[in-house]
């Protein structure tokens, strides 16, 4: 993984009256638990990788680590703080 994303919270986390399903969940938790090194390297909290983690499985339906880090990086750029 290259350069590290800024530590925010997420802009397009799942919907509140959506709730994930328990494969999306699942999903999330797997690949929060990989990227989770790199990312708390980065200043992200466990709570902060899951919330990224949520919202990219339930968009992007992935689970990929690097394509993970790339989406955060990419939402970054993307979206108006």
Do not use: N
């Not at 590290?4 to 929060?32: N, Y």
């Not at 919330?51 to 939402?75: G, N, P, R």
């Amino acid at each position: 993984m290259t350069t590290c994303p800024l530590p925010r919270h997420p802009r397009r986390i799942v919907a509140r009256d959506q709730t994930p399903t328990p494969a999306q969940l699942e999903s999330a938790r797997l690949l929060a638990k990989e990227a989770r090194p790199f990312l708390t390297g980065c200043g992200f909290s466990d709570k902060l990788v899951l919330e990224w983690a949520l919202s990219y499985v339930a968009e992007e339906e992935s689970s990929d680590a690097k394509s993970f880090v790339a989406w955060i990086h990419m939402s970054e750029v993307t979206s108006a703080w």
